[in-house]
C-alpha cells in the first residue's frame, strides 16, 4: 500500500488531500474548519482530518507533495522586480523579507508545520514539489472519465504560468504550452473584480453574476487597448494599464481614465448600470479568449476530450458556451478547480507521473461526487444537538425525505447538512440551502434574509438526471454545477414588450419562467444533475419533490451566510440556522423547525463574518 498527502497553501484556499494506491480517500480546504474564508494558512485540520479518514498516522505516510515549487515564484518575483524596475519597489520591498524568512525555505517550514501532527514524523526526505499547473492539470486529468485528453488550466499565475495546455493519456500527462505572468485571463478578470468593487480571488464570481443585467458595451475598448488577442487564443495584456505585477492594486490610474470612472468603493458606491455593462464587457472576453483557445486546442491535438482546471475554470457561464459550440464531444472540469483542488492534483501527478502507476479501471469520474470531507453517524448528530439545546425530532429516513420534500412545496426554506461535505467551492447537496425553485418570491428571500447578499446573485438548481432535458437545453451530465445552459422553451414565460424595456437590477422581478428562482436574466441556470449513485438521499429527496409537485428541480445553494466558510459541522450548521431566517434545518434523520427552538439560541451571526 502506498499513501501520498497532498498540500496546498500560502497563497489562498489551503487544502489537503489523500490518495492510497491511487484511490482519492479524503480531501478537504482548511477554511472549513478555521472558519476563515479562502484560509491561506498552513492546513493544519485539513491536514489532520485526511489523516484521520485514512487511519494513518503522519510517520506511514511514503510521500508528502507540496502543489508548487517555491524557488521558481521567487524566480518570478526577481524577474519581474528587474524588467519593471524602479516601479514597484514598496511591493518589492514588502515581500522580500517574508520570501526570505519562510517562503524560499519551504520544505523546512513545512517539516516543522507536519511534526506537529507527529512526533515521530522525521524524515523530511518525504517531503517532494509539484509545478503549481502541473497540479491543476493532473487534478483535471487523472479523475476524469478519459482515457486521454486535451487539458486547458487556467487561473492568475503559479509560478511562471498562467495558462497551459497538456496531453494526457493514460497515466501520463505533459504540459506541451503555456502563456506567462503577467499575461494572465485570471488576473485580467480580477482586474475587472477589483475595479468594480469586489474582492479579488474571492468575488470573481458576483462579476459573473452581475454581467447578464449589462450589456458588453466596453468589448472593443478591451480589445483595442488593454488586450492583445491572436486567433488562436494566446494573448499579451498591455501593463500600462495594471498595477498587479509591481504594485499594490490590481488597476491603475490610466484604467480607471479609459473607462471613466474611478474604482468602486463597495462601502459607499451603488452598483450602477456601469458597472454591470463593465461585468458585461470582461465576461464577453473571457468567453471569447476561452472559446479560440479551445478551439485551436482542438485542431491541433483532434482530442475529443477536454478537461479543465485553474479558478477560470469555475466560470461556468464560460464552461457552457465551449459545450454550446460542440468543439469537443466531453468535457470534464475539476470541481475544486482552484488551488484547493492543487492539493489532489499534486498527489494524483506524483501517483502516476512520478511513480508510473496506471490508472485505476474502469475509467469513470474517481471524485465520488467530490463528497470527500467529514460525515457524521446520527448517534454523534444527536449528542451534538442534544448539548446545543436544539428541540429536534428523529425520523427514519423515509419520513425524513418525505417530511423535507412536503416542508419544500410549502415554500419552506431549509438547511440540508447530510453525508460527507463537499471538495470545492460548490455545495452539491451535502451541505446545502434548499427551496422550491416555482416560488417567484424565493430569489430575493434566499439573498435578503438567508444569506445577506446583493440581491441580484443568482441560484443553482438541482435536477435528478433522468429529468434534465425535459427542463433545460443540455444533454451532459453537470454533476459539480460547472456546466451554464437555457431553461426549455417550453417552461420559458416570454417577456411582454414592457418588461423588455427595463434595465440593470429591475430586470430582477420578472417572471421568466416555470421555475424563476433559479432561472437568470438571460434564461440560463447553473445547472447541477443529481445521480443516485453518488448521492442516493439527496436523489430520493428530489424524486419525491417530483411526486409532489410534478417537478423535478430544487434550488440549491450553500449552507453559509454571505463571507462564511460553508458549514462543516452541526455546531456550524445550528449557528447559521438560528442566526438566519432559515425555516427548517435538516441534520441526517434529525429535523428542527425555528418556530419550535428557545429564542435565546437566536444569535446576531451575520456580522461575525466580514463582507466577501
Known sequence: MISILGISAFYHDSAAAIVIDGKIIAAAQEERFSRKKHDSSYPFHAVDYVLKESKLKLSEIDYIVFYEKPFLKFERLLETYVSFAPKGFKSFSMSIPLWLKEKLFQKKMLFNELKEHDKNFNNINKIYFSEHHFSHAASAFYPSPFEEAVVLTLDGVGEWATTTVAKGKGKDLEIIKEIHFPHSIGLLYSAFTYYTGFKVNSGEYKVMGLAPYGEPKFKNIILDKLIDLKEDGTFKLNMDYFNYATGLTMTNDNFSKLFGQPVRNSEIDKLTQFHMDIASSIQSI???????????????FNSENLCMAGGVALNCVANGKILKEKIFKNIWIQPAAGDAGGSLGAALGLWHKELKKERLLPLKDNMK?????????DNFIEKKLFDLGAVYEKLS??????????????EKT????QGRMEFGPRALGARSIIADPRSDKMQKKLNLKIKFRESFRPFAPSIIKEDLSDWFDLQEDSPYMLLVADVNNNIKKEMTTEEK????????????SKIPAVTHVDYSARIQTVHEETNPKYYKLIKIFKKITNCPVIVNTSFNVRGEPIVCTINDAYQCFMGTDLDMLVCGNFVLYKEKQN???????KDQFKLD
Request: aromatic share 10%.
Open 397 to 410: 429516513e423515509e419520513k425524513m425525505l418525505e417530511t423535507t420534500a412536503s416542508e419544500l412545496a410549502k
Open 286 to 300: 473571457t468567453e471569447e479568449i476561452i472559446i479560440k483557445l479551445a478551439k485551436s486546442i482542438k485542431e491541433e
Open 414 to 417: 431549509i438547511g440540508w447538512f
Open 501 to 512: 424595456k427595463l434595465f440593470g437590477i429591475k430586470k430582477l422581478n420578472i417572471k421568466r
Open 599 to 605: 429564542i435565546k439560541s437566536k444569535i446576531n451571526y
Open 369 to 377: 461526487g467530490s463528497y470527500l470531507g467529514p460525515s457524521f453517524s
